[in-house]
């Protein structure tokens, strides 16, 4: 048992330092329509894959240390404490409710992981939402990308959109293209 454990968490930290160094490969997208930040990344994959693999509580783990390393080590970028937790912590965490589909088929067919790092991605964007509609509603401004008379909800949608829709599809496609490989490696690993 205990082995099983130090495994787990060796390959917890080996999956939230890849995401750490995948942080500094991206596209910030967030700035160019007026916002505060966003970027299409990859540093939801390693922790997908992790909550893929070893289940929720290890996913839900692996991403609140990566948030917080993030936006330490990362460049975060935060209005106060409660936008640092929201927006890095908490937010990254729920992309560990991924592992939800921990081994789990779909219709007969090997479709969890795919579908884990949508349910995972999901997660990680109403956290960033509710930040918007709470923290940041005071900065909303009534037009965005042509839309005007917005609330702060549908900025919040919107704004939160622009970065988390392009994450969410690569996050998928790739969790789709490598999901044959990684259960193998799964069942040796395990």
């Not at 005007?148 to 392009?166: E, H, I, K, Q, V």
Request: one cysteine or more; aromatic letters at 14%.
């Amino acid at each position: 048992m205990q082995n099983k454990n130090l495994r787990s968490l060796t390959e917890g930290a080996v999956m939230v330092a890849l995401s750490l160094a995948l942080s500094y490969l991206k596209i910030p997208i967030g700035l160019a329509f007026g916002g505060f930040g966003g970027s299409i990344d990859l540093v939801m994959l390693p922790l997908l894959v992790y909550a893929l693999h070893r289940g929720l509580g290890w996913g839900l783990g692996a991403g609140l240390v990566f948030g917080t390393l993030k936006y330490f080590f990362a460049n975060g970028a935060a209005l106060n404490w409660e936008s640092m937790l929201l927006d890095y912590s908490v937010a990254y965490m729920f992309v560990g409710f991924a592992g939800l589909l921990r081994g789990k088929r779909i219709e007969g067919r090997a479709w969890a992981m795919p579908v884990g790092a949508l349910v995972g991605c999901a997660a990680r964007f109403v956290i960033h939402y509710l930040s918007g509609i709470t923290i940041y509603a005071e900065y909303f401004e009534e037009s965005f990308l042509g839309a005007s008379g917005l609330t702060p909800a549908t900025y919040s949608l919107l704004y939160n959109g622009t970065y988390m829709l392009p994450n969410t599809v690569l996050a998928v496609i790739l969790c789709a293209l490598l999901e044959k490989p990684l259960r193998l490696l799964f069942q040796r690993i395990d």
